[in-house]
């Protein structure tokens, strides 16, 4: 059973880091591609940034010099380092692998 846990989540002001992590258990985590998404209230589900099994990434232009995604294979985790936080960046954030998610972990960005 493929399990995803995200961490990293909280209330910072604008301007202001996070780094979110997501560790992977019950998959062969090196093979597979990973991903981001976020969810803000009233919206849709978007696609914030992935990282393939190689380490190639690419990011949603809305996150894209503020965003950063990485994977430590030998600890089975991604991250998503975000800096130059926004208020409209305010969302739960998931983590996916294949078809599994995260619970998400939820981000809040003060004006």
């Known amino acids: 059973q493929v399990q995803l846990v995200e961490s990293g989540g909280g209330l910072v002001q604008a301007g202001g880091s996070l780094r979110l992590s997501c560790a992977a258990s019950?998959?062969?985590?090196?093979?597979?591609?990973m991903g981001w998404y976020r969810q803000a209230p009233g919206k849709q589900r978007e696609l914030i940034a992935t990282?393939?099994?190689?380490?190639?990434?690419n990011y949603l232009d809305s996150v894209k010099g503020r965003f950063t995604i990485s994977r430590d294979n030998a600890k089975n985790t991604v991250h998503l380092q975000m800096n130059s936080l926004k208020p409209e960046d305010t969302a739960t954030y998931y983590c996916?692998?294949?078809?599994?998610w995260g619970q998400g972990t939820q981000v809040t960005v003060s004006s």
């Open positions: 019950g998959t062969l985590f090196s093979d597979n591609d």
């Open positions: 990282i393939t099994s190689f380490g190639r990434t």
């Open positions: 996916t692998l294949s078809k599994y």
